[in-house]
Nanobody, 114 residues
């Protein structure tokens, strides 16, 4: 059974930092691409970042490039999202998902105050 558990969200001021974690189980983590999405109130869920399996190539939405970094630790079946220089528009529930896996975690709330 696939399970994804996000953590690390919280309330920060503009310019602050947070590190999100997502621990996965139920599939071969090391060879599976992982993604972070977010959903702000009243808006659709949107892609944030992607990291491939094996080669660890990374991709980001334009608005977070240079501020967010996605990484993974295959020994811990965990993917991270380091978020720096946070802005109020980054406020959302953040979710992780695995490529080819029809499952989502419960999400973790990130709130950035101005």
């Amino acid at each position: 059974q696939v399970r994804l558990v996000e953590s690390g969200g919280g309330l920060v001021h503009t310019g602050g930092s947070l590190r999100l974690s997502c621990t996965a189980s139920g599939f071969t983590f090391s060879t599976t691409a992982m993604k972070w999405y977010r959903q702000a109130p009243g808006k659709e869920r949107e892609f944030v970042a992607h990291i491939t399996g094996i080669l660890n190539n990374t991709y980001y939405r334009d608005s977070v490039k240079g501020r967010f970094t996605i990484s993974r630790d295959n020994t811990k079946n965990t993917v991270y999202l380091q978020m720096n220089d946070l802005k109020p528009e980054d406020t959302a529930v953040y979710y992780c998902t695995a490529n080819g896996v029809d499952a989502w975690g419960q999400g973790t709330q990130v709130t950035v105050s101005s």
